[in-house]
């Protein structure tokens, strides 16, 4: 009769073999099967990627135009300085803005970005020109 202990006992006898047999699966046919798979629908797997950055992108109310290596980014400023415009305090089409400009050697760093909304971001594009010739001709 084939009870637990039967097997348990097969088992503890027989471990490395079994071991070595499923190592062996994994690596010839799981391994080829999910390799092949993800080949076969690239396409689909791309797409699911870009949905799900696409809702998580509305979810914290970010702007289509932000990329997603910037995503992160944002999540975490969102978490410093809240989900809205430091300016006009809405929650739409939030970005990304550099507190010293990068044209003149502003980083891309926790300390040096802020959340704008599109349209505060263009309103602030001209402030930020005369901002960087300000920066320039003091740090000149
Ligand atoms: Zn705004």
């Known amino acids: ?9 097969y088992y503890q006898k027989n471990k490395e073999k079994i071991l070595k047999k499923q190592k062996e699966y994994y690596n010839n046919v799981g391994k080829t099967k999910r390799v092949k798979y993800n080949e ?3 396409e689909r797997i791309n797409e ?5 950055h696409k ?7 970010i702007s ?9 980014w944002m999540k975490k400023i969102i978490k410093r300085d809240g989900a809205f415009c ?5 929650t739409k089409d939030l970005t990304l803005q550099h507190i010293k400009p990068r044209c003149i050697g502003g980083e891309y760093s ?3 970005l802020e959340i704008l909304c599109q349209t505060c971001n263009i309103k602030d594009y001209h ?5 960087a010739l300000t920066y320039y001709f003091k740090n000149k």
Request: glycine share 4%; net charge positive.
């Open 110 to 112: 926790y300390d040096n």
């Open 1 to 9: 009769m084939q009870t637990k202990e039967y097997f348990d006992e």
């Open 55 to 61: 809702k998580r992108r509305k979810e914290l109310g």
């Open 48 to 52: 699911y990627y870009r949905i799900y």
């Open 86 to 90: 430091k300016k006009c305090k809405t």
């Open 40 to 42: 076969d629908n690239r």
């Open 127 to 131: 402030q930020l020109v005369k901002k």
């Open 64 to 72: 289509e135009r932000v990329n997603e290596g910037k995503v992160s």
